[in-house]
């Protein structure tokens, strides 16, 4: 008698101690990690743009020295990037556009500017820009 009360309890037992979790344990899990990642995407890309914009503004501000040296060794401020012999980091590149606008002056003049592109556009600061002055703008965002 204990083998047939063995053999018709044992499947419901086996089933009731089966390892594993259950579909709603799977969905609520999926939605904390769901609602976690809505949360945290947007500070991740925004930490991205900030970081981005640091890294053009670092370009921006050793571009404005070499343009300074230029002017000590020509006389005058050179008109692009190409001339200057720097180049923006590669990874900017789809993130911003670099212009250079010159004025000979009396005195010469340069503007250094970065123009952001792509999703960097909806950063804070979308242009920065140095000149041969040394100033800095948009002045919120350096």
Partial sequence: ???TVSNVLSPTTRMSKAPGFTLLEVLIVVAI???LAAIALPSYTNQ???SARAEAQSFLTN????QQQF?????RYADSLTALKV???VDLSGKYTFAVA???GPPPTFTLAATATGQQAQDACPTLSVD???SKSPDNCW
């Fill in 132 to 134: 041969s002055r040394g």
């Fill in 63 to 66: 571009a404005a020295a070499t």
């Fill in 33 to 35: 990690v769901t609602i």
């Fill in 71 to 75: 002017l000590i060794d020509r006389r």
């Fill in 102 to 104: 010159t004025v000979d």
């Fill in 1 to 3: 008698m204990d083998s």
């Fill in 48 to 50: 991205l743009r900030k």
């Fill in 87 to 89: 180049a923006p980091p």
